[in-house]
């Protein structure tokens, strides 16, 4: 029988640290959002993400997703001994998944991978204990986030943070 770990959070607010990253094919990127999401940061911070149609000149071109151009979310709070979001229960759906990443879902099972950079999962890790990971929140917001992501993940566009121009998109995922 397989032992579970149940997920938890230690509020250190890592995961809300050093957003905008570079893919290693050149494309600087940040936080993911879905159009009815962006409502929840200020608009100044706000660019495109993936784009769809034959150029982003056109104008049947159309946005698809978007991005937080910010390294560290301006909605984490850090207190005395944790960190807080201020928008916890309306947070992305991204965030809704965190250190989970869904790859792969098959009869509404979801299979994910693991941020092994989050200080609770190389809390388990050290504890023997990271091969079944129970967050049942997160697979639902994970399963909630492929089924949002899978028609848009493989657009043709995709907008660079750092040139502030529409490359073609060189990944198939988000």
Not at 89 to 117: G, M, N
Request: with cysteine; glycine share 4%.
């Amino acid at each position: 029988m397989k032992s579970t770990a149940k997920f938890t959070c230690l509020r250190c607010g890592d995961c809300c640290r050093n957003l905008v990253r570079q893919t290693k094919e050149g494309v600087h990127s940040g936080l993911a959002l879905f159009p009815d999401e962006t409502w929840l940061f200020p608009s100044n911070i706000i660019f495109p993400y993936r784009g769809l149609g034959e150029n982003p000149e056109e104008g049947d071109f159309k946005v698809v997703m978007f991005q937080l151009e910010k390294k560290v979310c301006p909605c984490l709070e850090m207190g005395m001994k944790e960190a807080r979001c201020k928008i916890y229960e309306e947070r992305p759906l991204v965030c809704r998944c965190y250190p989970f990443q869904p790859i792969h879902v098959q009869d509404d099972q979801v299979f994910s991978a693991t941020d092994l950079k989050c200080p609770s999962i190389q809390r388990l890790r050290r504890e023997g204990r990271l091969t079944n990971i129970e967050d049942p929140a997160a697979e639902i917001a994970c399963l909630e986030l492929w089924r949002r992501i899978s028609p848009v993940a493989k657009q043709k566009w995709v907008f660079d943070l750092k040139s502030k121009k529409w490359r073609i998109s060189p990944i198939s995922r988000l």
